[in-house]
Each structure stands twice: as structure tokens, then as C-alpha cells.
């Protein structure tokens, strides 16, 4: 196993799931990435699918931002998937 820096993806969903469970779905709903069909889902499948949406609307610069402002040792500026 690599002991080297985590992707940018990996990362983000590193940061992502390491924030309280009511902030993860703050920065989802606050992003859109909520779907109506979502309702019923395990929680990993609710939050795999909001990333998938991510993705698809070239929104992974938003969602990095949000989850790194909400970590005190986030860093903002070096988003690599752009800002959005």
C-alpha cells in the first residue's frame, strides 16, 4: 500500500465523511445534490449518488470548497477541481 498524499478525490471524500453527519448533509442539500429518489437509500448509497451528481455537473469545485471551510485546517485556495 502507498504510504504517499491521497488523491484530490480521495481526499474529498476523505474530508467529506470526517464532518458530522448533519453538516455532510447541509453541504448536499445547500449544493442541490439531494434527489427526491434518494429517500429510503442507505446512507453511503444517498451520499455515493450526491457525488456522482457532483461530478456530473462539474461541481467538485464547490463541494471541495464547502467541505474545506468547515474544516479549521481546510484550505480553500488550493481546490483542485476549480472553483464553481
Do not use: I
Not at 448533519?22 to 446512507?43: H, T
Amino acid at each position: 500500500m502507498s504510504s504517499g498524499p491521497l488523491s484530490s478525490g480521495h481526499r474529498l471524500v476523505y474530508r467529506f465523511f470526517s464532518l458530522p453527519y448533519s453538516q455532510r448533509v447541509a453541504v448536499v442539500q445547500a449544493l442541490g445534490l439531494v434527489d427526491p429518489e434518494d429517500g429510503g437509500v442507505p446512507e453511503l448509497e444517498r451520499f455515493r449518488r450526491c457525488f456522482r451528481r457532483a461530478r456530473d455537473k462539474g461541481m467538485l469545485g464547490a463541494l471541495w470548497g464547502q467541505v474545506e471551510a468547515l474544516h479549521p485546517d481546510g484550505d480553500t485556495s488550493q481546490n483542485p477541481f476549480g472553483t464553481t
